[in-house]
């Protein structure tokens, strides 16, 4: 049985630093990565990282600010979320996949249940 596990939220105030976990059990995946939804707005992709941690994709809005990791001897992946803005706030969400590509489109196959950011202006 797949499980995705987050851990890390919380609230924080802006300018702050948070990091986010996702421990993988049952399968061992080839793409890994985060998303976010904030209240009344659709879910939207935030990083990703393949197996060797070689390739990352970051959107826009997180680059420079956001950090995707991997430790493979674990199963898990992390998000450093640095100089945290109020916009940030939303629920965070762990997925993974098989395929980099179906991460990186937002159909991965597995999600995790979430946790929430906040970040307090």
């Known amino acids: 049985q797949v499980q995705l596990v987050e851990s890390g939220g919380g609230l924080v105030q802006a300018g702050g630093s948070l990091r986010l976990s996702c421990a993988a059990s049952?399968?061992?995946?080839?793409?890994m990565g985060w998303f976010r939804q904030a209240p009344g707005k659709e879910r939207e992709f935030v990083a990703a990282i393949n197996w060797s941690g070689g390739s990352t994709d970051y959107a826009d809005s997180v680059r420079g600010r956001f950090t995707i990791s991997r430790e493979n001897a674990k199963n898990t992946v992390y998000l450093q979320m640095n100089s945290l803005k109020p916009e940030d706030t939303a629920v965070y969400y762990c997925?993974?996949?098989?395929?980099?590509?179906?991460?990186?489109?937002?159909?991965?196959?597995?999600w995790g249940q979430g946790t929430q950011v906040t970040v307090s202006s």
């Open positions: 049952g399968r061992t995946f080839i793409a």
């Open positions: 997925a993974a996949d098989f395929g980099y590509s179906r991460v990186v489109s937002g159909t991965p196959a597995y």
